[in-house]
């Protein structure tokens, strides 16, 4: 039988990069450890209690809130927050869209919209405006009305399919 | 809006867990998925000394068929119930229901198990829970039970299991041979709980009776609530106004809550518009098609 134990080592991954026998304490989420340990303060905090969807990030792929992980439940995983979104100096399809279609104003809610959309269109690369809508529906904005959001989505959804297209050679 | 300080155990077997809910009983608290379990560590409304947390307990995060149902490991994720479609097929009333949990990035770590466990009252999987009839196996040093879905919600949050159990799976009969269900609720924003939730199942006999068809409720008061056609009508085949009047007649029954989103006189027409809506629903739904 495990003991139960207040402090234990994580390995994970990053945005690709490999952190090896980090100590936390059990009790601290994911999002404290990788803003407050990491010091990746894109993931932010807006409740910390599961309402606004502002700490999502993706493990294993999977979009879930980093508020409502624990440090220690991610043991083994591979982590990709905001900062690992773009690739060498470039920001990623979505990023670019939520710059050109004003799809942020203060920018507090930015990275879990970012990081949701990106799960979004990797599971579904045509996505309707209604699924974007359903879909982003656990992440709160107080400032654009969501509608440059959504523009924003199927922008860069269009723009990845045509990418794809293009690389593959096949019609988009 | 952080957990006060906790020890914390992530058993490798069942066996473990029992052993640490066995010593550490009333101090512990078990971690699923987490989604209703951390808000409340962070706002600090639990504080268990122990938290010890089933994600590395191999074999609870499968699914099977057999001659008596399907049977849900304690692991399975929301997720998987949306996006399995082998596992959707056997269980069509939940396949629907799940969209209106919470939102993706919930149900990517909430479990169907979890979720009737922390047994909240507009929880959609109680409601589907009760109507289909349920079955959870309970497991412990003590002994293992196997609790039915009635028995085991008791109240809002509140469940049959003891500090030293550990819900291994829940079993759902399979679906009625030629029967339709429907699932449908009515919440302020897409993702957050319902004010009133229906699930619905129609389905005839060879006499083409509708006795075992059925509704069940939630967000209506402590718990999901079941009336069967049966009870209200027996006997009855396709009489056009039956679902209507079923409908008022469970709107009028039920004696829901008022709360700061919907008073009780809102719940009950939501609730007789639901189970009307839902019942239509589902009889389109069945082998032979709307009445
Ligand atoms: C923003 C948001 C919106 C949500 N909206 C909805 C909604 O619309 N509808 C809805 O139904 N839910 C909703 N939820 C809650 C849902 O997401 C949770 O997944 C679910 O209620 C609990 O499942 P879990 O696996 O996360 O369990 P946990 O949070 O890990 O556990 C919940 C409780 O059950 C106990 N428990 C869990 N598993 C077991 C087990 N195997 N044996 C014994 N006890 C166990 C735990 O000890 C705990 O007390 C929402 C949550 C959030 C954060
Ligand atoms: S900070 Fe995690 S959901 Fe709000
Ligand atoms: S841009 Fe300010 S909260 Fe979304």
Known sequence: ?172 | MKPAPFSYAAPHSVEECLDLLSRYGTDAKLMAGGQSLMPLLSLRMARPSVIIDINRIPGLDAWEVTGEGVRIGARVRQRSLERDRALRAEIPLMAEAVQFIGHPATRSRGTIVGSMCHADPAAELQVCAILLGAAFRLRSHSGDRVVSAEEFFLDALTTAVGEEELVEEVRLPLPVVGAGYSFSEVSRRHGDFAMVSVGCIVTRDAQGRLDESAVALGGIGSRAQRFRLGDYAPGATAVPALFADFARHVAETIEPDADLHASTEYRRALAAHLVQQGLDVAASRTESGAQ
């Open chain 1, 1 to 172: 039988m495990p003991m139960p134990a207040e402090r234990m080592d994580v390995e994970l991954s990053v945005n690709g990069r490999d952190y090896t026998r980090r100590q936390v304490e059990a009790r601290r989420t994911l999002a404290d450890f990788l803003r407050e340990d990491l010091s990746l303060t894109g993931t932010h905090l807006g409740c910390e209690h599961g309402a606004c969807g502002a700490c999502t990030v993706l493990i294993d792929d999977a979009p879930v809130r980093s508020c409502l992980t624990l440090a220690v439940q991610a043991n083994g995983t591979r982590i990709r927050t905001v900062e690992g979104l773009g690739t060498d100096g470039e920001l990623h399809a979505v990023q670019k869209a939520f710059k050109q279609h004003h799809a942020l104003q203060c920018g507090f809610c930015t990275p879990g919209f970012l990081t949701a959309s990106v799960a979004l269109l990797e599971e579904n690369p045509s996505p309707t405006e209604l699924e974007v809508r359903e879909w982003l529906s656990g992440n709160i904005c107080r400032c654009t009305g969501y509608q440059f959001i959504v523009d924003a989505v199927l922008a860069a959804a269009a723009e990845l399919r045509e990418r794809r297209g293009a690389g593959t050679g096949s019609p988009a």
